[in-house]
C-alpha cells in the first residue's frame, strides 16, 4: 500500500499573490503512512520530498518545483507549535490546491482552530523578525553595491 496525499498546497509567492515571471513553485503536503510505515521497526519519513530541477543555476527558476510533505503526526506535531509553514496549510484557499484534497484533510480543516492560541503567535513574530532583518541586510548590500557602481 501506498502513502496517501491528502493535500498538496502552492506556498511561497504562488499563496501569497507575490509570484512573478521568475518564480518557481513551491507545494506543502501532508500524507497518510502505508500500513508499513506503520508496522515497519524501523521508523517512517516524518517528511518527503518530490522536488523538480530542471535549471541548471543554484537558485530555483522557473519550471523548477520543489515539493515537501509532511506526515499526519509531523504536521500536526509542527502545526501544534504555532510553525507558520503548516498553519498557512490550515487557511490556504481552495484555488491554492494543486491537487483535490483527501476527505481526511476536510476534516482536520473541520477542526483548524484547534491549532491556534496565543501561543503560536510566537513562531510568526520569529519568521517576521528573521525576514525584516534578511531586508535590513539586503538593503545594505544594495547600498554598498550602488556606492560601487557609482565610484566605479
Known amino acids: 500500500m501506498q502513502r496517501k496525499i491528502i493535500c498538496k498546497i502552492s506556498v511561497g509567492s504562488h499563496l501569497y499573490g507575490t509570484s512573478g515571471p521568475q518564480s518557481d513553485r513551491d507545494y506543502f503536503g501532508v500524507f497518510l503512512?502505508?500500513?508499513?510505515?506503520?508496522l515497519s521497526i524501523d521508523r517512517y519519513p516524518g517528511e518527503i520530498s518530490e522536488s523538480v530541477k530542471i535549471s541548471t543555476g543554484l537558485r530555483n527558476e522557473p519550471g523548477d518545483i520543489d515539493c515537501k510533505y509532511f506526515s499526519l503526526g509531523k504536521f500536526i506535531?509542527?502545526?501544534?507549535?504555532?510553525q507558520p509553514g503548516q498553519l498557512e496549510?490550515?487557511?490556504a484557499g481552495i484555488?491554492?490546491?494543486?491537487?483535490?484534497?483527501?476527505?481526511e484533510w476536510n476534516k482536520i480543516l473541520e477542526v483548524?482552530?484547534?491549532f491556534l492560541s496565543k501561543n503560536a503567535v510566537l513562531p510568526f513574530i520569529g519568521f517576521a523578525e528573521a525576514q525584516a532583518h534578511k531586508a535590513t541586510?539586503?538593503?545594505g548590500?544594495?547600498?554598498?553595491?550602488?556606492k560601487?557602481?557609482?565610484f566605479g
Open 137 to 139: 541586510i539586503k538593503g
Open 33 to 38: 503512512p502505508s500500513t508499513e510505515d506503520l
Open 95 to 103: 484555488q491554492d490546491h494543486a491537487e483535490k484534497p483527501g476527505e
Open 77 to 82: 506535531k509542527l502545526a501544534g507549535e504555532g
Open 141 to 146: 548590500n544594495l547600498k554598498r553595491l550602488r
Open 112 to 114: 483548524r482552530d484547534l
Open 89 to 91: 496549510l490550515l487557511f
Open 148 to 150: 560601487l557602481i557609482a
